[in-house]
């Protein structure tokens, strides 16, 4: 997919840097907020489905529980990323782990040296297999020995993936859920998972084939509509590599905006959150995606 560039107001930059395997990356993040400070990723999309960048501070505003906040932290570079990969071996997926791994291959390849990757993959179980690392060719390791077997424990799964992703070093986290057939053996329910997902600081994307996920394509759209995050359900997996693709473009757009809330209370509570564009002149009109809010701290 292509992304829409503001004449004037950016300069270009390289969108894919094919990643060094060299040794483990141990530099900062390039992106630093306080504990107090509210973190917001935010996508920008034309109306041809294109990525914007190049939008500047002023363009944006954001609103908890529909109270205008004062942004105290702005960045719109590709900054580094932090993913986590939850593939889907079980025996359902049949020849599609093969496709999957291409797929997973080709968006680790098109990596910055400053990213970081973890693995779990699930049947009837759910194991990290990869803790976080920049190096690509851990991962790939580990995919290479996976064979399809058993059966879907897909929340388990997902609940992994929000436990380990907390200890990621980027502001931009994401986990990429790779899976072909609906839920039938978790321990973890999906309410458990939905409330685990609303306080968890990530975006969730997930790409399922259309034809097997049957009501799971409505539980996968919910969990993802809260964390400001894309569920995909081509026709097959050959599409697989456009749509990890489509992942890496939005991922490298995105904005990251930050602010410490006018609400000081420290009572738990959900606050739901809203940006509202001002764009520059001349501009259609844009569409924006964001996590649609978070839980205040608890004394």
């Known amino acids: 997919m292509r992304r829409v560039f503001i004449p004037c107001l950016i300069i270009s930059f390289i969108f894919c840097v094919r990643i060094s395997v060299g040794g483990e990356d141990l530099s900062p993040p390039r992106f630093r907020i306080n504990v107090d400070t509210v973190v917001v990723r935010v ?5 041809l489905n294109r990525y914007v960048v190049g939008l500047q501070r002023e363009h944006f505003q954001l609103f908890e529980n529909k109270l205008e906040q004062t942004l105290t932290h702005f960045s719109s570079d590709s900054s580094a990323i932090s993913v986590g990969i939850i593939l889907d071996t079980s025996g359902s997926m049949g020849d599609n782990v093969l496709t999957a791994r291409s797929s997973v291959i080709r968006f680790l390849e098109q990596g910055d040296p400053e990213d970081e ?11 990290l297999v990869r803790d976080f690392t920049n190096r690509s060719e851990n991962i790939q390791n580990e995919l290479s020995i996976k064979s399809p077997k058993g059966r879907t424990a897909l929340y388990d799964a997902i609940y992994i993936g929000l436990e380990k992703i907390r200890d990621a070093r980027s502001e931009k986290k994401a986990l990429i859920v790779i899976t072909d057939g609906e839920d039938n053996s978790s321990r973890y329910t999906f309410s458990e998972l939905k409330d685990f997902v609303k306080e968890s600081d990530v975006q969730i994307y997930v790409i399922g084939e259309r034809s097997e996920m049957g009501y799971g394509r409505g539980i996968i759209t919910e969990i993802v509509r809260l964390t400001g995050g894309r569920a995909f359900f081509p ?37 739901k959150v809203q940006v ?7 501009m259609p009109k844009l569409k924006v995606r964001t996590k649609e809010g978070y839980f205040a701290p608890r004394k």
Do not use: M
């Open 43 to 47: 996508t920008v999309t034309d109306p």
């Open 117 to 127: 990757y973890f693995l779990v993959t699930f049947n009837e179980q759910s194991t």
């Open 235 to 271: 026709n097959n997996f050959k599409q697989l590599d456009y749509f990890c693709d489509l992942i890496h473009s939005e991922l490298r757009s995105q904005y990251l905006v930050g602010y410490s809330s006018s609400d000081s209370k420290a009572d738990g509570s959900w606050r």
């Open 276 to 282: 509202r564009l001002d764009p520059p002149e001349g």
